[in-house]
């Protein structure tokens, strides 16, 4: 199976809440970062987490790992249409690699 | 900021031709980073280089080819171009410490 896992597609109304997950099967992971990319555009790197965390909180965006399960995910409070966008979840093995491996990135749809 | 530049936001080249893809980097950063990116298969790694001069294999690499001759500039090319290489190309570099990824805006390969 796929290292990092998402589900390709979720479709939200303009307001509510969305959450994306994603599961990674190395528990050495270090870091796990969340990427937005907008329709055309790179990757931009949302935030990140550090393993040690259980939930970190930036404005509208709370992550939440669950080591234990090896889950991640990703909840944008009060969805605008702004937000829809392609979310890539990514982990960082420790070891030393500095190459992340990337999920195949979930499709965010904000509609009216 | 960091800045990542790619040359061209769109190309357009015939089968056969040999084709050049820039990327260039303000940051002084060692590690740089080449992907494509495929409806549904996400982001796939082409090569890497972790140092002047010093390149990587990453998943895919055949039919490619990279420079490092400057430590701001990483080049992707493509020998021969192929119409299975029409894709998104993203160049990457890392920022220590984190290892988190500054993509540029990529650049879309249409091989007729």
């Known amino acids: 199976g796929e290292d990092v896992e998402q589900s390709l597609f979720l479709s939200v109304r303009e307001g509510d809440s969305s959450v994306i997950n994603c599961t990674y099967t190395?528990?050495?992971?270090?870091?796990l970062y969340w990427y937005k990319q907008e329709p055309g555009a790179g990757l931009q790197l949302l935030t990140y987490?550090?393993?040690?965390?259980d939930m970190k909180q930036d404005q509208r965006l709370t992550v939440l790992l669950n080591k234990k399960d090896k889950h991640l995910s990703l909840r944008i409070a009060d969805t605008q249409t702004g937000d829809s966008a392609i979310y890539f979840c990514?982990?960082?093995?420790?070891?030393?690699?500095?190459?992340?491996?990337f999920g195949r990135g979930t499709s965010l749809i904000v509609h009216p | 900021d960091v800045k990542v530049t790619q040359s061209s936001r769109y190309l357009v080249k015939r089968t056969g031709e040999k084709v050049f893809l820039e990327c260039v980097q303000d940051?002084?950063?060692?590690?740089m980073f080449w992907y494509r990116q495929d409806p549904g298969l996400g982001l796939r790694l082409i090569y890497f280089?972790?140092?002047?001069?010093?390149?990587e294999k990453g998943d895919i690499p055949e039919g490619y080819s990279v420079s490092r001759e400057k430590k701001e500039r990483f080049s992707l090319i493509l020998e021969s171009a192929s119409t299975n290489q029409t894709s998104m190309y993203l160049c990457?570099?890392?920022?220590?410490?984190?290892?988190?990824?500054?993509f540029g805006p990529g650049t879309r390969l249409l091989v007729l």
């Open positions: 940051m002084d950063h060692e590690n």
């Open positions: 990457a570099s890392t920022v220590p410490g984190v290892k988190t990824q500054y």
């Open positions: 987490i550090f393993s040690n965390m």
């Open positions: 190395d528990s050495s992971s270090t870091y």
């Open positions: 990514a982990e960082r093995r420790s070891g030393g690699s500095y190459i992340p491996t």
């Open positions: 280089s972790y140092d002047v001069k010093m390149k």
